[in-house]
Each structure stands twice: as C-alpha cells, then as structure tokens.
T-cell receptor
Framework: DAGITQSPRHKVTETGTPVTLRCHQT?????MYWYRQDPGHGLRLIHY???????DKGEVSDGYSVSRSKTEDFLLTLESATSSQTSVYFC??????????????????FGPGTRLTVT | AQTVTQSQPEMSVQEAETVTLSCTYD???????LFWYKQPPSRQMILVIR??????QNATENRFSVNFQKAAKSFSLKISDSQLGDTAMYFC????????????FGQGTRLTINP
C-alpha cells in the first residue's frame, strides 16, 4: 500500500473557526491532491500541487487554501469554516513513471480520508 | 473540460451473478487513462482496474473486466461471479496525460450484492 496518511481522521468544529488538514506521504511523489466527497457529486478536486511551493486551484477551491513546504506534506486550510464545507476530504498522490514502491504513472493513490463536520 | 457520467446511482444483484456498471465520458484528448475505483464502507478508495486509451485490448483483473469503446466514449465495468465483498460505491474516473494528472470522477454507483 502507498504510504499516505491524513490527520486528523475526524474533526468537529464550529462555523467561523480555522481548520487545517494534513496529508503526509512517504513515496516521494511529485503530485499531491485534495478532494472533497459529497453525496451525488463523487470526488471533486479542491487544490493540487505539482511540486514544493507549486500549487493550483481545482474546480471547488473557494474557501480553501493549501501549502506545500516539503515534498511529503500537503496542508489544506479552511480559513473560516462554513457548514457547506462539511464533507469527507481525501488526499491523493501520483507521479510520472514508476516509483520505487511500484506505483504506476497516472494512477492516483488515496489516503484514508478525513470526516469534517462544521456545526 | 472533461466530464464523466455514471447513469446508474444504485444497482443490486444476487451473489454469484454478473453485473455491469456503466460509464461514459467526454474529452477532446486522444491519449488518456480511465479507471474504476471501489469505495467500500471503510471509505478507503481502492483502484480496481485501469485502461490506457491507446490500447485496444480491454483490461482484465481477475473477476473484473472492462468494455472500452473509445469511439463511443464508453467505459463499463463487468464484475463476474459477484461476491458479498464487492458491495461498495464504484467510481469511474478519467485523467488526461497532459498537464497535472487531474482525475475527473463520475458521481458513483452504489452496488449491493445480496446473499
């Protein structure tokens, strides 16, 4: 299994508070992604990173920011959480070519997810 | 922009039966990859099978196979001899080989295997 962890795994927070979710990988992969999963929508891309300090927006980026200061860590921040951001958040990684762990290119491998509830 | 559509929100079959999940997509790219991911109640996203667009041969992984029709932009998943452990959400996904490898997902099909 690809080495991807997410923390926390569950969080309940109040509207208006800041929240940071962390994704950590041990595969040294270049690309990292944050998705949110909501019923009827599948997974939707929030932000992604194609290298240290290199990030870009996905289709549902409003209200979210990201940072990547090291290859292994990708942080997702909700500056002021809203109830509409209640969701399950997934981190994923991918790379070009085949990495040392045997992961193939273009496939994305996912972390276990974080369930966030904003009350 | 690419889109992926799964027209079957829910399906239910008996154990040991064969079931086919549908997926269509829209893209102007010629080279890309298609995937089926499984999400059991544990919530973990598990890669089931992948298809490279430039390969005409349909991918197969044990009981899982695909019917890839490039001209029709169709990518269905067939599960043979279904098992209770196949109960899960199934997502079809597309990624182009240009740019940042961003996956585009369908809405998902909830599959239930009944004993």
């Amino acid at each position: 299994d690809a080495g991807i962890t997410q923390s926390p795994r569950h969080k309940v927070t109040e509207t208006g508070t800041p929240v940071t979710l962390r994704c950590h990988q041990t595969e040294n992969h270049r690309y990292m992604y944050w998705y949110r999963q909501d019923p009827g929508h599948g997974l939707r891309l929030i932000h992604y990173s194609y290298g240290v300090k290199d990030t870009d927006k996905g289709e549902v980026s409003d209200g979210y920011s990201v940072s990547r200061s090291k290859t292994e860590d990708f942080l997702l921040t909700l500056e002021s959480a809203t109830s509409s951001q209640t969701s399950v958040y997934f981190c994923a990684i991918s790379d070009l070519g085949t990495g040392a762990s045997g992961l193939s290119s273009y496939e994305q491998y996912f972390g276990p997810g974080t369930r966030l509830t904003v009350t | 922009a690419q889109t992926v559509t799964q027209s079957q929100p829910e399906m239910s079959v008996q154990e040991a039966e064969t079931v086919t999940l549908s997926c269509t997509y829209d893209t102007s790219e010629n080279n890309y990859y298609l995937f089926w991911y499984k999400q059991p109640p544990s919530r973990q996203m598990i890669l089931v099978i992948r298809q490279e667009a430039y390969k005409q041969q349909n991918a197969t992984e044990n009981r899982f196979s695909v019917n890839f029709q490039k001209a029709a932009k169709s990518f269905s998943l067939k599960i043979s001899d279904s098992q209770l452990g196949d109960t899960a959400m199934y997502f079809c996904a597309f990624v182009g080989i240009q740019g940042a490898q961003k996956l585009v997902f369908g809405q998902g099909t909830r599959l239930t295997i009944n004993p």
